[in-house]
């Protein structure tokens, strides 16, 4: 029988698999920070699911990469970084209310310079 936790790893894999691959086909949800959840909870419960992540042909390197030297590719940190930015500019020229614009400046801010100071893969 199944123990809870290991129901909840495999829960949080299959909900942050699903996330990802909607994520593939719309570009404001990311699809590799829900693809590292997934082989993060695969890792604890579902060998599988884990192997074939790493094994993937497309998403494989960049996971493998994350896992082994906490890289991410020069592609994904200019995108990440321009959606961000863009996405802080709409908010502002749509006049949202202020609070909103200093706190997601403020993280994305934080987002960025974290993203930016990764290695590069």
């Not at 404001?28 to 993937?56: D, M, Q, V, Y």
């Not at 709409?90 to 400046?105: C, D, M, Y």
């Amino acid at each position: 029988m199944l123990s809870l936790q290991h129901c909840l790893y495999i829960l949080i894999a299959i909900i942050t698999l699903a996330l990802g691959i909607v994520g593939v086909f719309l570009p404001l949800l990311p699809t590799t920070p829900f693809l590292i959840i997934t082989l993060w909870a695969a890792s604890k419960s579902s060998p599988r699911l884990e192997a074939w992540l790493i094994n993937h042909k497309k998403l494989g390197p960049p996971l493998v990469a994350w896992r082994t030297h906490k890289a991410i590719p020069k592609l994904g940190k200019w995108l990440a970084c321009i959606m961000m930015t863009l996405s802080w500019c709409i908010l502002l020229i749509k006049q949202s209310p202020p609070i909103l614009i200093i706190s997601l400046g403020a993280l994305f801010l934080g987002v960025g310079i974290y993203i930016v100071t990764r290695p590069t893969a």
